[in-house]
């Protein structure tokens, strides 16, 4: 039976068609992965020819695509790509991009993914007229529709959203996107939890200490106020990319290898998450922006969007009562890097003589999700020739040396697989996505309230955000240590 893909980007003339998808498309392409007859459509309102479209993307692929450009691979690929003017509020122009899309598709099944790669305001009149035009009707092959984040800014905008997705969709149809999903690193967790038997046995509040999460960037604002004022590091990364990170480390082994199973165990994790009531949230968290945002072009002159965030969370069940998840994530830090460290508990008894006030380094494993992506597991040795002293020293493994410098493909290029191949294991599910609303709603809540203390804490641009952040860590006697930055010398 013939079958064609039509890949159609709504939003095609965005920084995100050919920043990323475009050239994932073209390294997926390289890579033989595409099915056999594809084609792919930006749609956006500005008019273009198909040639114009295709100059911008080679820009696009020139710089962002994994894999060395050539001319000639190119040519072979642009010839799939094409473009068309439309306004995809507008349900007369969705119609025609129907009639547009039928006119070359005449084979047997013929199936499509939209990509909404558009303002987030747009998403509900988008759906509507996937809809009322029949675009996202099964009959003649599968419609696939991928949502960028934001998925809705709180608990309710996400349910109205969701909502609005599941009048026209069903959910096997709906691929909301987390990036975070796709790295190659975040992936490994699950295999490295599952699939190895040495850590699983103390993954528990029984041998874990703490875990911290931090996902610091040296960027800042940048040209994106627009986007980013109002809306801050909380709804940004944690509500997403982190409580993501955060269920892959508490979720329990799912029992197969399907989409379901890995989502229904992060989505008990989430539901376990114990919210906090607002006169809860000082006590737990800490909010900074770095000094020069206000002055950032678009930046309202007294916002009080935080750039910088560190977050307490604790997991109520029997493997995490007790243990507490710290997040952090800021803008304009002074390194760029995404890890998770486990700490392990203290041994119970230490038999060797320490200096005073001394205590040994806990062990601890870290995923280094990037950039030196892979895992550093810390342990305490004997330094030589001593009687017993101690030091920190670090077992890694490293993807570069191990599967070779190139072997890790773009978070997209496997998210885009995985919606043509009708896999949603990476994507969120609608359930998750307004777990985490709720878990984060009542932390900006309680930052708004009387219980906080209004913008309080400014940090330098290029440091670790503000002390009050370590302070929250010290309390419990932790501190925050990256245990993918070592350095043994
Ligand atoms: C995006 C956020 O989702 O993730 C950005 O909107 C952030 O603000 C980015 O910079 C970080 O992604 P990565 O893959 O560079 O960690």
Redesign the pocket.
């Given at each position: 039976m013939s079958e064609m893909t039509t890949i159609v980007i709504f939003g095609a003339s965005g920084d995100l068609t050919r920043r990323k998808l475009i050239p994932a498309f073209f390294d997926l392409y390289l890579k033989e992965r595409l099915p056999a007859n594809w084609r792919i459509v930006g749609v956006s309102r500005s008019p273009h020819s198909d040639d114009e479209f295709r100059d911008k993307m080679k820009l696009g692929v020139k710089e962002f695509a994994r894999f060395a450009f050539d001319a000639e691979q190119w040519a072979a690929f642009a010839a799939h790509v094409s473009y068309h003017a439309g306004n995809l509020t507008n349900e007369d122009e969705m119609r025609a991009l129907d009639q547009a899309l039928l006119a070359h598709e005449g084979e047997e099944v013929a199936n499509r993914m939209y990509y909404l790669s558009i303002a987030p305001r747009l998403y509900e009149s988008a759906l509507a007229n996937l809809g009322c035009t029949g675009m996202v009707d099964e009959s003649g092959g599968w419609r696939r529709v991928v949502i960028e984040?934001p998925f809705g800014h709180d608990l309710p905008s996400a349910k109205l959203l969701n909502h609005a997705v599941h009048r026209v969709l069903d959910e096997s149809q709906i691929y909301r996107i987390d990036?975070?999903l796709g790295k190659e690193t975040v992936q490994n967790i699950m295999v490295f939890r599952f699939a190895n038997s040495l850590f699983e046995p103390v993954w528990n509040r029984n041998y874990i200490d703490h875990v911290q999460i931090t996902?610091a960037?040296t960027?800042d604002v940048g040209h994106r106020a627009d986007y980013y004022d109002g809306v801050g590091v909380v709804r940004?990364?944690m509500q997403n990319?982190m409580l993501q990170l955060l269920a892959l480390v508490a979720a329990e082994p799912p029992a197969s290898f399907e989409a379901d199973a890995l989502r229904n165990e992060k989505v008990k994790v989430l539901r376990a998450v114990r919210k906090m009531e607002p006169e809860e949230v000082a006590r737990n968290s800490v909010r900074g922006q770095y000094r020069a945002y206000r002055d950032a072009e678009g930046v309202a002159p007294y916002s009080e969007t935080a750039t910088y965030a560190a977050i307490r969370f604790f997991i109520d069940n029997w493997r995490w009562q007790g243990v507490p998840f710290y997040l952090r994530s800021g803008k304009a830090m002074a390194k760029k890097f995404?890890e998770i460290t486990i700490f392990f508990k203290e041994p119970p008894h230490v038999m060797f003589p320490l200096p005073a006030n001394a205590t040994i380094a806990r062990n601890s494993l870290s995923i280094c999700i990037?950039p030196d992506e892979g895992i550093h597991f810390s342990f305490q040795a004997k330094v030589p020739d001593t009687a017993a002293r101690m030091r920190t020293v670090n077992m890694a493994f490293q993807y570069e040396t191990a599967f070779g410098p190139t072997a890790i493909p773009e978070a997209y290029e496997r998210l885009l697989l995985d919606i043509i191949k009708g896999d949603a294991s990476l994507f969120s599910r609608g359930d998750s996505i307004e777990l985490a609303w709720s878990l984060i709603d009542p932390i900006l809540e309680g930052w708004n309230s009387d219980h906080t203390t209004s913008m309080a804490f400014f940090y330098e641009a290029g440091s670790w955000g503000p002390v009050e952040a370590d302070r929250l860590l010290a309390r419990d006697g932790a501190k925050w240590t990256s245990g993918c930055q070592v350095d043994d010398s």
């Open positions: 984040k990036h975070y996902a960037e960027v940004d990364m990319h995404t990037q």
